[in-house]
Structures are given as C-alpha cells and as structure tokens.
C-alpha cells in the first residue's frame, strides 16, 4: 500500500529525524504521488467533530441544502450530483474557501469577488470546519516546505506564492450509500491540479490510487492518518516530472454511506506556472514551457 511517514520526529525538532522524514516524503513523491502521515499533532476530536457535523447537513432536506447552492456566479457551498456538469459522480459536496472570501475573473472579465456560504443548520458547521482548517493548513504548509526541501530548494521557497492570496479550498464529501455501485464511481478517475491536497477519510473505504503498472490500489482507512497527495502544479511543473501526480478515483458503497474532507492547497491565480530553474541543466531539459 501507499507509504506511512511518522511525522513524530518533526513535532519533538529532532534534526536528523526530519531528515529522514524528508527522505521519505521525496521516495514517496517518486514512487506513489502519495503517502500518509501519522503522528501529525492534530487531535482526532476535531475530525470527530467535523464528520458529525457534516453529516447533520448532509442529511438535511434537498432544498435546505440547495438554499446555500452554489452557482455560476457564486461557486461555492453545497452542489450535488445533478449540479455536476460533466460527469455523474455519486456525492454530494459543500465547499469553502479558506481565505474566507474567492476572488476570480467573472465571464465579462470583471473581478468577482464571493464570500463562503454557510448553512444556518447545523450551527457548529462552520466552527468545526475553521478548526479543522487550522489546523490541517498548519500541516500541508509544513509537508510543502519538507517536499520543497527534498527537491534541494530552501525550505520557504514557494511562500510568497501562498502568503498573500493562495486559492485554498476545502471540501466535505458526502457519498450516500449507492444501490448500483458497479455502474457509478463516486469521483472518476482524475489528478489534483493544484499544489497539494490533505485528505482524511473516515472508516468505510472507497479511496483507489492508480499504480504505476495502472492497476487500482486501495487505501486502507486510517482514522490517525492523513493522506497527501501532491498535484499537478507541484509534481509535474515545478518539479519537472520528477515528482508524479496520481490518478486517484472513489468507488461507492451499497451500504454505508461514506464521507472525505480533502484540503486542496493552491497558490495565488497571481502564479506563473513552469518548471524551477534551480533543478534543469543539460541531463534534466524543462519538460514544460518556461
Ligand atoms: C476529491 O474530492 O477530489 C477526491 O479525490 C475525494 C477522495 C475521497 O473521497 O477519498
């Protein structure tokens, strides 16, 4: 299966254990595109808390649901399975910038700018999902600096992209049980495009990385872990394909329904996306534009 790191040495400053660490992440990165990490210092109430919460809004009435829909104009909040334009997953979805508010080019060219929507019920939603943003951001900027490190970089050197104006954003996933779940995926096949994406899941399973050899592996649920994987921006541009993005995929249950909260971590639209100098030279040509 996909890689565990013990991120225990990195909490206790331990020098040489970090090292390892970042050994690990970059064997990982190579290899996988994925790994998970335990010992990461976040406490399991706050993903308890999370799971409990987005359930009650999951399991709300369609048109309470809807009321916080999102929308061409405003694409963030609650979509479900009918919103979805081009392919028929089987989940339902609340999204939430983690800046509290989403900047992009409207249709006309015009800057649109949204704040999240939250539902009024349940109350706690938003309380939880801000700590468990916290929380979780502290570690994805902490494993973007180890992977920055493990390709020979200074630890710091992508944070001006985030500092200011990064696009994170956050997502519950709800995937209800499925009574055909041989016919529907409840994500297809497809890489993250962004940097990085900090994934929890809970104990059900559904979770399958594409090896290599192109057979689907699955994930085996670890309630103390989370799951990393890194996207396209970091893996293939920035670091010239050293690093792989993985085809990731969700298969339903016909009996449980099954939740996921990935974190996506994304620089500021702002970006020029092309491979790091510092890592070409005459063995190792730019794979992508400059
Ligand atoms: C996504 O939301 O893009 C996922 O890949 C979800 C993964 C999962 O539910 O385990």
């Keep these: 299966g ?7 040495p990195l909490l206790a400053n331990d020098e040489k254990g970090t090292q390892i660490i970042v050994e690990q992440i970059a064997k990982a990165s190579e290899e ?12 399991i109430k706050l993903l308890d808390d999370v799971e409990v919460e987005a359930l009650k809004f999951f399991s709300l009435p369609l048109e309470e649901k809807r009321k916080i829909r999102r929308t061409l104009e405003h694409p963030l909040g609650y ?10 997953d089987w989940k339902e979805v609340f999204d939430f910038v983690t800046r ?5 080019a ?5 800057l649109n700018v949204q704040e999240n929507k939250w539902p009024e019920s349940p109350p706690f939603l938003k309380d939880v999902c801000e700590a468990w943003k916290e929380a979780t951001l502290g570690v994805a900027y902490k494993i973007l600096e180890l992977l920055t490190l493990s390709l020979g970089l200074p630890a710091t050197y992508f944070n001006p992209l985030f500092d200011k104006e990064d696009t994170n954003f956050m997502r519950l996933n709800y995937y ?3 009574p055909a779940p041989d016919l529907v995926l409840g994500v297809s096949g497809h890489k993250d495009s962004g940097a990085l994406t900090v994934l929890v899941q809970d104990e059900v399973g559904g979770l399958e990385v594409r090896r290599k050899d192109g057979e689907w592996i699955r994930v085996k649920p670890r309630r103390d872990a989370l799951i990393i994987n890194v996207g396209d921006l970091f893996q293939q541009v920035w670091s ?30 702002a970006t020029n996306v092309f491979p790091i100098p510092e890592l070409l030279d005459a063995q190792h040509p730019p794979k992508y534009r400059q």
Excluded: M
């Design 32 to 43: 996988w595109g994925f790994f998970q990490l335990i010992n990461h210092g976040i406490p």
């Design 240 to 269: 010239n394909d050293r690093y792989k993005s993985v085809e990731h995929r969700v298969v339903v249950n016909e009996h449980k329904e099954r939740s996921s909260i990935p974190l996506f971590i994304n620089p500021s639209n």
């Design 106 to 110: 409207a249709a006309d060219g015009t």
């Design 176 to 178: 209800p049980p499925c």
């Design 79 to 88: 979509f479900d399975t009918e919103l979805t334009q081009n392919v028929r």
């Design 100 to 104: 509290g508010k989403l900047e992009f």
């Design 2 to 8: 996909i890689p565990v790191i013990d991120l225990a």
